[in-house]
Every structure is written in C-alpha cells, then in structure tokens.
C-alpha cells in the first residue's frame, strides 16, 4: 500500500522506534495475525502490546535507549512512553503509519507507594499511539495490562480500530479513574529532552534527578512490586 510522503516520518524506523530490528518485526509479524485487513492487524498488534508487556512505573526514563522499542520488547515491562514506542515500531513494521500521542492526566486511582514517588498524583506526558486507520486518525493506548486492570478494579481498554481508545473516565464501582487535562500533540518519534523537561518542571529537577541517580547507581531497582502496591483514590 502506497501512501503520501507526509506518511514517510509515520512510516519510517528511529533509533529509538526501531521497526526494522529483527525481534520487533518478527514479534510484529506473529502478533498481527494472519488477516490482510489494516484494522484487524491493528487491534492484534495492541492487544499484544498491551498484555505481553507488563506495566511498570518504576523504570530508567532520561536516555534514548530506555525507550527503544527493542529493548522494551526485550525486557518484557515498562510504563506508557515505552509501551507505545513497541506499539508504534510494531504499527510500521506492518505497514501501518503510527506516531506517538502525549497527554497529561490526573490519575484519581493509582497506589499509594506512586503517589509517594511521584508527589503529586499528575501524570505529563502520558503517551498512547496514533494509527492512521481507514482514512483517519485512531488513538490506541496500550498502557495497563489486563492483569493490572482487574487489580485496580477496571476494565481492561479495548481498541476496535475504528474509534479512539483513551483511558476510563471511571472504574467498575463509578470512582474517578483518569481524567484528561491536556493534549499536548504528536511526535513521529519518542521526544526523551522535551520528556525530561517536562517532568523537572511537573515534579521538581532535585525529585527527577534523585529518579536518575537511583536508576543508574549499582543499587538500582532491577524489580518492582507494583501489581501488589496498595491502591488508593489519589
């Protein structure tokens, strides 16, 4: 399928949405399905991301690397940005131009030991990805895991291919669960900088620097128990 060159940066592997690294496009390749349909690879592919890949908050977030869409695949977890980077190379190893999407959300449901970490209960620059589908547009945000919705009492986020699929704004017993409070636009690739900046200015550059301290020491977290956290209303 040909598309315009406004497509080519959509299409097109990074260093960092590396869709040409062999395990991406053969995990791409099995995931899909055997369907030659855009819409349906589309729905396999973010149903592989979303489940195979398990979310954790507690990951390295101030290089390029920590966000490699092989790398993520490798290690099997990490939290929204490198999540929809794995999305987002497996999209355009199939064909299907994606870019990644940035919003800022108030999480209403999240535990008490990330709300401690993070300070304030503000997510910025949550990412989700965007797939051009059957002439539009389409979010998709593959960022909880089946597993870490039931915990959190729910809904696992489905994605049809047709209609944007963005967080809940409730959970299964009608409690706040995440509210939209800005879009901050779309990136043909992961903006780490703007990314980083973005957290300085949110969380504090001496809370962001002690994150990257802790990651990068010999005593970095290699681990986290986020799935048995204890979960409150933030």
């Known amino acids: 399928m040909e598309h315009a060159a406004e497509f080519l940066p959509y299409l097109s592997p990074t260093s960092i949405i590396d869709s040409d690294h062999p395990d991406v496009m053969a995990f791409a390749r099995e995931s899909a399905g055997e369907s030659s349909l855009p819409v349906e690879r589309a729905v396999n592919l973010y149903l592989a991301v979303r489940d195979s890949i398990r979310y954790d908050p507690y990951m ?5 690397e920590h966000y490699r869409a092989s790398g993520v695949l490798k290690r099997g977890r990490g939290f929204c940005i490198p999540k929809a980077s794995l999305l987002c190379a497996c999209a355009r190893a ?3 131009p994606a870019r990644l999407g940035f919003a800022n959300v108030r999480n209403h449901l999240a535990t008490r030991q990330l709300l401690e970490f993070l300070g304030v209960n503000l997510f910025v620059y949550h990412a989700f990805v965007e797939m051009f589908l059957e002439g539009n547009w389409v979010k998709a945000t593959p960022a ?3 597993e870490l919705c039931e915990r ?3 809904p696992p986020l489905e994605f049809d291919g047709r209609e944007s699929s963005v967080f809940q704004p409730y959970n299964l017993e009608n409690r706040k669960f995440m509210e939209y409070v800005d879009f901050v636009g779309s990136r043909a690739d992961v903006p780490v900088d703007e990314i980083v900046a973005a957290w300085e200015a949110t969380y504090g550059r001496e809370r962001v620097a002690g994150w990257i301290q802790d990651f990068s020491g010999p005593a970095s977290r290699t681990e986290s128990h986020f799935e048995t956290e204890d979960v409150v209303q933030g």
């Open 152 to 154: 959190h009492r729910v």
């Open 60 to 64: 390295p977030f101030h290089l390029p």
């Open 144 to 146: 909880f895991n089946r």
């Open 94 to 96: 199939m064909g299907i």
